[in-house]
């Protein structure tokens, strides 16, 4: 008979003081869905340990419980230094099993990077030569980690040393390693095992996995240290896992300041079909090595302000509606100039013009009241304009850190905004990224859109904006309409 004490202390949560097997229970480090991670003690040692102890109700699910204990048999099979150590495994008084394993002092990488921002890609390189080593003995021991990602890789802290990582939750590891007779395997091919924003297509369409599979998941790893996000996103896992399987892979390059040979990495390891991946882990690392070290170097970053002119009109333009589009697009291009800017886009419908944001903080406030003095004089001259024809101007202004590429185009690498020149083959392009809209401010409205914004007195904004602190603007819309 169990007394109310112990019940107490062996409930569905383990309390303090709890014993499992040679390791006393200090407190919960963190509730899974599956599983619960305790912090506990050796009564032996007294070193601390990492207890995982699966949640009762999975007990009788045969499935889950068999995965379980194989991840147990699984890391007893894996010793390396970049690898999570077991310590024991074992089950409790009412069954629900337990590995218990050594504790790691320090964050996964998904807190390194929101209390720190993307790493740079020599660290981001530290880090994946180890992940990959830890990656390479799995696969060497036929194991598929399977779940790779940035929450699974625990960054230590080690004082003034080198940052130093470690692979832990095999959980829904594949072991590659030919079955038993009479065994069935644990996934049967259509069953979906990983997470989404971290998952091959080979996954999402319940193929079996292999070593390869991991590689995309280096590959999607190595994007979010390097820009700290994944490259797909989407507000439902279908979402995200259609473009896993159909879209084109975005190049880091496009949203951080990295060598543009390192966008060639990525890319291979995140081929849809897995045959054109790396064949193995070496290979990529010594790739990554390569675009890291002795790859071209980072693109060039500018504080840059930009004003972008556009023209629009109702029905099918007649000539006169043409020749008043021409003379707004005229009238952009002189008064951008005039503000100091350069024209890197002259439309038939539309004119976008840059400038480098001046060095001192009086010089840049100036420059950005003269950026928006432009703008609503566009606004004015768009305004006064008779109608008919009915053409329409719309105004964007944008300040914001930009790279230059060899072939004069702009990208902003917060991924927040405005303005992205751009040249494919011949044909100039232009293409235009807005943030969702939050809030309004001295009558400018932030806007998702390209559809024309109300209008407010110009007076309200201009001293709004050019008394502002010297920091990024967000991307502003003002139309004349």
């Known amino acids: 008979m169990t007394s109310g004490g112990e019940e107490a202390l062996y409930g569905e949560e383990l309390s303090p003081g709890a014993l499992v097997g040679t390791w006393v229970v200090e407190h919960v480090h963190y509730r899974g869905p599956v599983s619960l991670l305790y912090r506990a003690r050796d009564t032996r040692t007294g070193e601390a340990a990492a207890l995982k102890v699966m949640h009762s109700r999975f007990t009788?699910?045969?499935?889950?419980?068999?995965?379980?204990?194989?991840?147990?048999?699984?890391?007893?099979?894996?010793?390396?230094?970049?690898?999570?150590?077991?310590?024991?495994?074992?089950?409790?008084?009412?069954?629900?099993?337990?590995?218990?394993?050594e504790w790691l002092p320090g964050r996964d990488l998904a807190a390194e990077l929101a209390a720190r921002g993307p790493l740079s890609p020599k660290e981001a390189l530290e880090i994946l030569e180890q992940v990959g080593a830890a990656l390479e003995a799995a696969h060497q021991a036929g194991v598929v980690h399977r779940d790779l990602k940035a929450q699974n890789v625990v960054c230590l802290r080690g004082g003034a040393e080198a940052v130093r990582v470690k692979l832990v939750d095999f959980g829904v590891a594949k072991d590659l390693s030919p079955q038993t007779p009479g065994i069935s395997a644990l996934t049967q091919t259509g069953a979906v095992l990983g997470t989404p924003l971290f998952m091959a297509p080979e996954q999402i369409r319940g193929e079996k996995p292999d070593t390869r599979t991991d590689l995309y998941a280096l590959g999607l790893l190595l994007f979010y240290l390097v820009t700290g996000k994944p490259p797909f996103l989407g507000t439902t896992p279908h979402e995200v896992e259609e473009q896993h399987l159909h879209a084109p892979p975005p190049r880091p390059s496009e949203r951080a300041p990295v060598p543009a040979a390192l966008d060639a990495v990525v890319h291979r390891c995140l081929q849809k079909r897995r045959e054109e991946r790396y064949p193995h882990v070496a290979a990529m690392l010594e790739a990554l090595r390569r675009a890291v070290r002795g790859g071209q170097g980072a693109v060039p970053t500018e504080r840059t302000m930009a004003l972008y002119a556009e023209t629009s009109v109702e029905g099918e333009p007649d000539g006169a509606a043409l020749e008043r589009m021409d003379a707004l697009l005229e009238s952009a291009s002189t008064t951008a100039r005039d503000a100091g800017l350069e024209i890197r886009v002259d439309g038939a419908s539309c004119v976008l013009a840059m400038a480098v944001l001046p060095e001192g903080e009086t010089e840049e406030r100036e420059a950005r009241a003269r950026l928006l003095a432009s703008a609503l004089a566009l606004i004015r001259i768009a305004e006064a304009l008779p109608s008919p024809p009915r053409v329409t101007l719309n105004v964007t202004v944008h300040v914001d850190a930009t790279r230059r590429w060899r072939e004069k185009s702009w990208s902003t690498p917060s991924g927040t905004g405005a303005c992205c020149a751009c040249r494919a083959g011949r044909r100039p392009l232009l293409a235009m990224r807005w943030s969702p809209p939050?809030?309004?401010?001295?009558?400018?409205?932030?806007?998702?859109?390209?559809?024309?914004?109300?209008?407010?007195?110009?007076?309200?904004?201009?001293?709004?904006?050019?008394?502002?602190?010297?920091?990024?603007?967000?991307?502003?819309?003002?139309?004349?309409?």
Request: charged share 25%; net charge positive.
């Open 60 to 101: 009788e699910a045969h499935t889950a419980l068999r995965r379980f204990r194989q991840e147990a048999t699984t890391l007893q099979r894996l010793h390396h230094p970049h690898i999570v150590e077991i310590l024991g495994h074992g089950e409790l008084a009412d069954g629900r099993p337990f590995i218990a394993m």
């Open 438 to 481: 939050r809030r309004r401010c001295g009558g400018w409205r932030r806007t998702s859109s390209r559809s024309p914004c109300e209008t407010w007195p110009g007076q309200a904004i201009a001293g709004s904006w050019a008394c502002g602190e010297a920091q990024g603007l967000m991307p502003w819309r003002r139309s004349s309409r």
